[in-house]
């Protein structure tokens, strides 16, 4: 009997201690985007460092055709705030060229890529996917995800072209 509460006790820290699973991260999908534009959001990241870039990425549905860097009115290693007039003008060009929003992208310089309590907290809808993408470990590691209600989906990144 002992032994029985031990292993579920122990489940629970482990549990606990994973950011993913405290997020309530479900089952995984895919989302497309070409290795150009990979290492074109990595390339727009590392430009912002120390401080996290930030920005959207346009296609249609899953498929990532374009990143548009912005600019970031609150600079600093740890939070991200995308100008305004930035967006307005993004999602104006997005539709004179007939592509969606399909996501926005911000990095973390010195975390993991996985949402912050910041990003549950401030995701901008459930419709988008929420690109994250870390820099401070060696190689770049970029994750996608959709979150809604503190709810946190996560989506494979499949590298075609």
């Not at 290795?35 to 549905?61: D, V, Y």
């Not at 060696?138 to 503190?150: L, T, V």
């Amino acid at each position: 009997m002992g032994l029985e509460k031990n292993k579920k006790r122990k489940w629970k820290r482990n549990e606990q201690s994973s950011n993913i699973r405290d997020a309530g991260v479900t089952h995984k999908d895919k989302v497309y985007i070409s290795k150009k534009l990979n290492q074109l959001l990595i390339a727009e990241c590392k430009k912002e460092l120390p401080n996290e870039a930030c920005g959207f990425i346009s296609g249609h549905t899953k498929v990532c055709k374009n990143v548009w860097p912005t600019k970031n009115t609150n600079p600093s290693p740890y939070t991200f705030a995308i100008d305004i007039g930035d967006q307005d003008r993004i999602l104006s060009e997005l539709k004179k060229n007939n592509e969606e929003l399909v996501g926005v992208y911000h990095s973390h310089p010195f975390g993991k890529a996985v949402p912050s309590n910041d990003d549950i907290k401030y995701a901008p809808s459930q419709h988008i996917y929420y690109f994250i993408i870390a820099l401070g470990r060696g190689e770049a590691d970029i994750r996608c995800y959709k979150i809604f209600n503190g709810n946190v989906r996560e989506f494979d990144i499949e590298i075609i072209g």
